[in-house]
């Protein structure tokens, strides 16, 4: 009975000890076919034999109302001038000036050593597949053979970002299909992408410690000049 309790064990501290040299692969799938939105995330990792699937719904803008809604706030009663007496004015002082300036500093300093966390780990990324293909058209000729040209150049900054941050190890597959008979919208993108646990597990890691050894300092201690303004407006 023991040794079966021990052969658990073992075989446990072993599956740990695999984790970080375990690799993940991630297939991104999106579809955008007219009014038919999808975007599936597939994960894999232990040799295939782990496999989780997430679907994402697509938000779809109701056609009858498009926009947003923007909330404005009003002030009831008649419009009249503020007496002097009731006048609150604002007195910024050099100290106020140095205590901003210094917590920008702060906050962009934390900005930059995340930014290099997230550019490390992305460092790691390998990518193996990347397929996307387009074709739209707006009924004008002129105006989508304007907007083609935009889009390949969005497309190409787009790979530019990609290989610059990730190792892109497969010629991207990209297409464009100009439509200018009708009006036309069709996107189908395929990305797979593989890394090692373990340099996601040391990212989060370094992003915790970062988290929890700067921002909390920042986040409860406002800038002076917004803590001036919550001040006037709550007398």
């Avoid at 040794?3 to 579809?31: D, E, G, N, Q």
């Avoid at 232990?46 to 809604?69: A, Q």
């Avoid at 989508?144 to 970002?161: E, M, P, Y």
Wanted: glycine fraction near 6%; proline fraction near 4%.
């Amino acid at each position: 009975m023991w040794w079966i309790l021990w052969l658990f064990l073992i075989l446990a501290a072993v599956f740990i000890l695999m984790i970080p040299f375990l690799r993940m692969t991630i297939t991104i799938s999106l579809k955008h076919i007219g009014d038919d939105d999808s975007i599936s995330i597939k994960f894999r990792t232990l040799f295939g034999l782990l496999r989780y699937t997430l679907r994402i719904p697509m938000v779809k803008v109701d056609n009858s109302s498009p926009g947003i809604e923007l909330r404005k706030e009003k002030n009831f009663g008649e419009d009249r001038q503020v007496p002097d007496s009731q006048k609150h004015y604002d007195k910024i002082t050099k100290k106020d000036v140095l205590t901003d300036i210094k917590d920008i500093k702060e906050l962009l300093e934390h900005i930059v050593t995340f930014h290099e966390i997230v550019k490390r780990f992305f460092r790691k990324v390998t990518v193996t597949k990347f397929e996307w293909h387009s074709q739209f058209g707006i009924g004008d000729a002129a105006a989508t053979g304007v907007l083609t040209g935009a889009a390949w150049s969005i497309k190409g900054a787009l790979i530019g970002i990609l290989s610059s941050y990730t190792r892109l190890s497969v010629l991207p597959a990209l297409s464009i299909t100009p439509v200018f008979v009708h009006k036309d919208s069709k996107t189908v993108l395929h990305c797979m992408i593989h890394f090692r646990i373990g340099n996601a597990i040391l990212a989060g890691l370094r992003v915790l410690k970062h988290w929890k050894g700067g921002l909390p300092f920042i986040r409860n201690r406002p800038f002076p000049f917004l803590t001036r303004q919550q001040n006037n407006k709550s007398v």
